[in-house]
């Protein structure tokens, strides 16, 4: 007889986070990144254009006398995020318990991943627009090239160094033609290199409430400067540690650090699709919240 306890199996999976690469690529690389503890309240200072002022000391040593308006923090608003419920058969569980359930793991956090750069990339196309930093291909040009590198980082060079190209697919095979169609010749590494810029090519492709889309649009691209002397990276992305919930699932500890991620276990046997088998169904989920702190140091471009 199989013994099956979703407890137990809640155990076995742990926490559905690689601890080698805790975040998703592209959120490390263009956010600064935190975690929350369950009760914590997050806030954050959005980055000022303030003039620089001086004013000049008298003889008498008079002061010219200015209003002060205190800076107010925003509070940051966690947002609730499930994956669909994937399905082990028992029959599965019985043969090769570890190997299957570590599959699914690697599934959940794979989704919850991709579902991440979706959001992260939504956050910082809003912001780039309402500041203007868009930039398109202009007349007769059919291609994303090195012109158009080069007008992106002019705009927020003043801003933020140490760039981040964020690109679709259709935009990084314009790269990487770039030497076949300009017949340049040269080192694309050597000209990155350069220029200070990191490419990472964003690929995923997340079902959101029942309505695929793609978290970059192959046609179009980021770049963000990610060194800044206030706040540093533009974005900040705080996921919250999760309270252990003993008759759900998850990660069960009464010590430790807590999970950022867990993982409920259903009981059997369940609906899947139209047929009922002996299986069970697992759920991830996460909170987290994000914030477009600096504006400035990011720019877009839309290849049509």
């Known amino acids: 007889m199989i013994k099956y306890d ?8 742990g926490e559905p986070r690689d601890p080698r690469r805790p975040y998703p690529d592209l959120v490390a690389a263009v956010c600064n990144t935190d975690t929350a503890l369950p009760e914590d309240y997050i806030y954050n ?12 000391i008298t003889s008498n040593g008079v002061i010219t006398a200015a209003n002060v308006t205190p800076d107010t923090p925003a509070l940051m608003t966690f947002q609730d995020y499930a994956t ?14 570890e190997r299957v359930l570590a599959r699914k793991s690697k599934t959940i956090n794979r989704a919850l991943n991709a579902l991440e ?9 809003t912001a780039a627009v309402l500041r203007g930093n868009v930039h398109y291909l202009g007349s007769t040009i059919t291609r994303f090239n090195y012109s158009h590198l080069i007008d992106m ?19 990084d095979k314009d790269i990487k033609l770039w030497d076949w169609n300009d017949n340049k010749y040269n080192s694309l ?6 220029l200070g810029v990191q490419v990472i090519r964003v690929n995923n492709t997340v079902t959101i409430d029942g309505s695929s889309t793609a978290a970059l ?3 179009r691209a980021f770049l963000f400067g990610t060194q800044t002397e206030e706040p540093g990276k533009p974005v900040l992305f705080v996921r919250k540690q999760l309270n252990e919930i003993e008759k759900l699932g998850g990660v069960i500890s ?3 650090e807590k999970p950022e991620r867990l993982v409920f276990v259903s009981p059997n046997p369940v609906q899947v699709t139209t047929t009922r088998y002996l299986a069970v169904g697992m759920t991830g989920y996460e909170q987290f919240a994000l914030a477009v702190t600096n504006p400035y140091a990011i720019s877009r471009f839309d290849r049509s």
């Open 189 to 194: 590494k050597d000209a990155f290199g350069d």
């Open 6 to 13: 979703h407890l137990e199996l809640s155990r076995i999976i």
């Open 117 to 125: 750069n979706q959001v992260v990339l939504n956050a910082v196309n």
């Open 153 to 171: 980082i002019d705009e927020i060079i003043d801003f933020a160094e140490n760039y981040v190209l964020a690109v679709g697919t259709t935009i």
């Open 254 to 256: 009464d010590s430790g």
């Open 217 to 219: 649009a192959s046609t």
């Open 45 to 56: 200072f959005d980055v000022l254009q303030d003039t620089d002022i001086i004013y000049t």
């Open 84 to 97: 669909p419920e994937y399905y082990v058969k028992i029959t599965d569980l019985a043969n090769s318990k």
